[in-house]
């Protein structure tokens, strides 16, 4: 890894996920906030100038180099720290379980939450996308039966991203109540040291 990396991050926002996998890693990183609301910097840059998608998260190398994506930020950051075993060895079967895991979490579940931040969203249009997402859920919550966490017993960098996206069920009103194994997923998630560091940096604990 190089000396330190920053995370272009918003509070709660999906950049949350790679910030939890940070304090997991135990890398050194400095934290720059970024607007989603006026895409700007706390000290006022524009932060088009630094991510042309004027999205967060993004992860900046102490060389230069920009990572965007969340799914890819994460499986660096853990490729960064091997001995933590936030994902498996690259090539390994177990290591695109992770990867179907994180590619599920981006397309079906996080997206299926962005209609319901939008305040332009028509009303029926909302039920229809918050039945979608219980859909999905349903299938999550089964796969957790008899386990810990998405892989199994052990954390994994899709945990991290799980965890981000359905903390914001209570924000928009999806109602994930009927679902056990989630739930207990998230008190376990909850309980782990670095996420309440995250939590409580980015002010949400």
Known sequence: MENFVKLYFSNGACSLSPHIVLCESGLPFELVRASTKTHALDDGTDYYTINPKGSVPLLELDNGERLSEGPAIVQYIADQAPDKHLAPA?????????????????????????????PNTPEDYKVIAKEALNKKYAYVDGKLAGKHYLMGEHFSVADAYFFTVTNWAGRVGVDLSEFKNVAAFMARMMARPAVQAAMKAEGLI
Request: aromatic residues 18%; hydrophobic residues 30%.
């Open 90 to 118: 690259n090539g390994t079967l177990e290591r695109y379980r992770v990867q179907e895991w994180l590619n599920f979490i981006t397309s079906e579940l996080h997206k299926g939450y962005s209609p319901l931040f939008r």
